[in-house]
Every structure is written in structure tokens, then in C-alpha cells.
């Protein structure tokens, strides 16, 4: 069955990307900057994309790859609602990877038809494997993730968000963090928005609140969060189209039900 051989190759790919990345951290690495000096890119980042290119071509070549630094550009127009899609982040955290050489990830999500199959996100310094096959349930390693059945109040939540909240953005006008801050548990920031949203899926963290991600940045968890019955939308509490970019709110129903109608009045 062709999920099970893409589930069993995302995860050996991903391990090996991630044998690739622990080496790199101590050695010295060109980094440039794409827009600006906030927004880096290395040549691991170009060649762990271009690894799962290959392997992706080589192996299942009427597949697509849309990945952040664009290394599989040259492939003819598609429709990825209609095709298997991978989508992949070399290197998500890539600020963490420069800086602190920990907190960032590979994430890989494959989805058919826009159908979400497998999710696979690595923390290579962690060494800790976040993956599931539709259907299959999520694991850690070889630990099975049941998902819990405890419904966190604001009170009690904790939850991710991504520094861009406290730039200029849509939503300021409602300044709907502030409130939230007051009113939950506590805020994290880590710098990696896969790790983050898989760190959902398996209950390391109530929630999680983005704006600005792109389809690789929340791909994978994607694919964990839906496996694990968790609701992910847009902050607008709209259903994602998985292949462009996206706010990005998941939770457990209750408490997304609550940031929605406490904290967040754009649109409606
Ligand atoms: C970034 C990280 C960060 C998020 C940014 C992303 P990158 O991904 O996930 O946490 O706030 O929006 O672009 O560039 O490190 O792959
Ligand atoms: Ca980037
Ligand atoms: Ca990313
Ligand atoms: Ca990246």
C-alpha cells in the first residue's frame, strides 16, 4: 500500500536529515538573509530540501514538492488538490539553528487530494519523532499518543504563539493578546511553528495562535492535530487551505470555541 511506504520512507528520511543537521551544528554554516536580516536561510536548509527532492523524484515521481526554499520549482504547474503533495521544511526554526542549534525541526507533511495521510516532525538535537499515518494514531518514537480527554480551561491553558502578533498585523486593533495574556496560564515562544503545533498534538501544549505561516511551517502537524481530533483553523476560525499560507489556530474544541469568541473579533 503506497501510505505505508510513504509513511515508512518520511520517517527514515527524516531521521537521516536529521543525522545531517546534528553534525552541522558544529560546523560553520553560511547563512544569508532572504528579506531581511530576521528572515535567514543556510545551505542546509537549501540541502535538506533538495534531499527529499530527490529521494521524493526518485522514488515516487508523479508526487510534488512544495517546500520553502523552493528547490523543486521547476515542476510544471499542478493542481495539488488533485495530486499528492508533500510538504516539506528543511529546516523549521531556522533563527533556533543559527543561534541556539536546538529548537528547530524537519517537518513533512504528505497529503492526497488535499487529504491529510502523513505527518512527520523531527527535532534532530531532541532526537524525538513526532509521526502518524491517517488512521494510525500519532506517536513519539514508538510511544502511542492517546489523546487525552482533558478539556483545559483559559485559566489553564498554555499556549504558542510567534513574535509576528507584536508587529503590525490585522488583528491589532482588537488587541486580542493582551486580554488573553492576563487571562491564561502562560504564553510560550519557541521559534519553531511545527514543533509547536506538534507539541499540541501530543499535549505538551493546550494551544497555539500564528499568523503568517506558510503550508510547510503547519503542514505535518497539520496532519498530527487532525489525527488527534484537535481542531485547526485560521484565527478567523475558517477551515486552512493547506497549500498557501495561513493564520493558524488549534486547540481542543472548548478552548478554541473560547479564544474565538473571548479574545478574537475580526471578521464576523
Ligand atoms: C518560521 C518559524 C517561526 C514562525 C515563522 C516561520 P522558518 O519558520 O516556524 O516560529 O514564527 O513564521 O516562518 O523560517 O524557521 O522555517
Ligand atoms: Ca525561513
Ligand atoms: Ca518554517
Ligand atoms: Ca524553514
Not at 67 to 86: R, T
Not at 203 to 228: C, H, M, N, S, T
Request: aromatic share 10%; proline share 4%; net charge negative.
Amino acid at each position: 500500500m503506497e501510505y505505508q511506504e510513504i509513511y515508512r520512507l518520511t520517517k527514515e528520511w527524516a531521521y537521516e536529515a536529521g543525522e545531517i543537521l546534528r553534525e552541522a551544528v558544529s560546523q560553520e554554516i553560511t547563512v544569508e538573509y532572504k528579506t531581511s536580516a530576521a528572515d535567514l536561510v543556510t545551505e542546509k536548509d537549501k540541502e535538506i530540501e533538495a534531499f527529499f527532492a530527490n529521494k521524493i523524484n526518485e522514488t515516487f515521481p508523479h508526487h510534488f514538492l512544495l517546500g520553502e526554499e523552493g528547490v523543486a520549482s521547476n515542476q510544471a504547474d499542478y493542481d495539488p488538490h488533485n495530486e499528492i503533495v508533500w510538504l516539506v521544511d528543511p529546516i523549521d526554526g531556522t533563527t533556533n539553528f543559527v543561534h541556539n542549534k536546538r529548537n528547530f525541526c524537519i517537518s513533512v507533511g504528505v497529503f492526497d487530494r488535499g487529504q491529510p495521510i502523513v505527518g512527520v516532525v523531527y527535532d534532530p538535537m531532541a532526537d524525538q519523532l513526532f509521526h502518524t499515518l491517517k488512521g494510525n494514531g500519532v506517536f513519539i518514537d514508538d510511544e502511542f499518543i492517546k489523546p487525552s480527554t482533558m478539556a483545559p480551561t483559559s485559566e489553564q491553558a498554555l499556549i504558542s504563539m510567534n513574535h509576528l502578533w507584536l508587529a503590525p498585523n490585522e488583528y491589532l486593533h482588537e488587541q486580542p493578546l493582551q486580554k488573553m495574556a492576563t487571562d491564561i496560564r502562560g504564553f510560550r515562544c519557541l521559534g519553531s511553528a511545527a514543533l509547536e503545533l506538534a507539541n499540541v498534538a501530543v499535549g505538551r501544549l493546550d494551544g497555539a495562535i500564528f499568523i503568517g505561516l506558510g503550508p510547510w511551517d503547519f503542514g505535518a502537524a497539520y496532519v498530527l492535530l487532525k489525527e488527534q481530533g484537535i481542531h485547526i483553523t485560521t484565527v478567523d476560525g475558517e477551515q486552512i487551505d493547506v497549500f498557501h499560507p495561513s493564520s493558524v489556530l488549534t486547540a481542543k474544541k472548548e478552548l478554541h470555541h473560547s479564544i474565538r469568541s473571548n479574545y478574537i473579533r475580526t471578521k464576523k
